[in-house]
């Protein structure tokens, strides 16, 4: 079964480097991308990017929308090729398809920003050169990894939910927007709904818990979330519906 | 142990209201091409799939190699090859990076896979280019790239889903003479989905035709041009009248009657005797100079066999 995840996983990722013409371009997307995030704007922050929360967080973002970019492909780009049957006819299972091919763009998002992280922390030491030497606490590196990890996940599985069904990549890509958009609103629009009593009473409880505490549960639900959208693609992978759409 | 490659009883498939394989029974001995004809349409790639278990029959059963396709599907998958519909190419990857993932996929260990890679690549003239982008390939080649995908990992039973559909005519010819040679030299029994009734007459040792998902004929080609030789009758000779040939219409052993540039064409009912029409004829005052049986090929064959149903 590891065996075959990492067939598929394997020549998925082969094909997101050649995508957009040959090696040579999916290095240069890789490389901008590190640079943007791992030069540029943490060159702008300076301290900030280690220190401020909002910065943290973008760490938990960042793999998501490099997730979001690829995955609508996973499946309708399969579809769309007139590869997809032909990878039916193979003896991989189930199983070993869907996760090869979520496993592949997670580890497209994910590594980049694995990748972009320390380059950002050497961009900052050198723009603050002089000072002590700005690391991230452990369990804050922690944290970002598995929150970047999760997120990848999420945007994953998502993604391989939407392609699955989806005639075109594009089609794919446009249910995933409105998806991802859900995804990020929804909840803010929630709370600006909620009655000023409650909203305030949320607050004052959130504030008096231990912010690691809330870390791990909101960890914690991302996992739920991720592994529920991953129940829901398996079942959604029927080999003679994916045929047949 | 069977001597089948393929045994399929009453196999049946509907999408909703539309039938589109009709309790079809056949049996594919191993060892040989054989040729699954018909218009587009009939049938003939939804029998692949089915054969496959990528598709579940709605009624009647599939042996595959033994295997029941329905319960065994992944393991049928593993002992065949497939060239579908499409040759399902990864146009980014070379050549030999599409071969080593369908290699992978198999689970042969790298040196077999490595070594059968070019073993193949070679025999089909590919190996020099096996670096390439495959999208940057011609048809024919890409067609070629796929067959022997199809037989990377030595399958005793190969599908091959209209492998020369869209190829000029020299690139055809040329897949069918790799194919053949192919197929002789790894002893792989072929089950080869065509509608191009010259490339099954070259091919197939046995040949099965369908047509609105229920098959109406199998048997070897000499065999179904057989039904077709004993029905064609051409004569030559003068006086073919009008009248004449009111009468011949009306008789039953007659399906048709034409005159084609000045010869009487005849279509024969089954093995039907033209004895006797010639002597009607002659006895009409028509002036018979020859009689023919026509040597209908395979087309005619098929043609007639479809017209009859």
Redesign the interface.
Known sequence: MIADIWTVLRKDWIELTLAGGGPRAGAVRAALVVFVFGIIIPLQAGRDWVDAPAFLAFWTSMPLLLVSGVVADSFAGERERHTLETLLATPLSDRAILLGKVGAVVAYGWGLAVTSLPIALLTVNLAERGGPLILYPLPVLGGILLAGLLTALLGATAGVLVSLRAHTVRQAQQLLGIAMLALLFLPLLGARLLPAAVADLIASRLAATDPALLAGLALAALAALDLLLLALAAARFRRDRLILD | MTDLAIRTTELTRA?GSVLALDRVSLEVPKGIIFGFLGPNGAGKTTTI?LL?G???PTAGRAEVLGLDTRTHA??V??RTG?L??????????SAE?NLD??A????LPAPERRARIRELLDRLGLWERRRE?VGRWSRGMRQKLAVARALLHRPPLVFLDEPTAGLDPVAAAALRDDLASLAAHEGTTVFLTTHNLAEAEKLCARIAVIRRGRVVAVGRPEELRARRRGTEVLVTGRGFTGEVLERLRTRPEVRRAELDDGRLSLELRDDANAAPLVALLVHAGVEVEEVHRASGSLEDAILALMEET
């Open positions: 999408f799939r496959l990528l598709l579940e992944q393991e998958r593993r497939a579908l519909e499409h040759p399902g190419l990864y146009e980014r990857l990076a993932f369908h992978r996929a198999r689970r982008p």
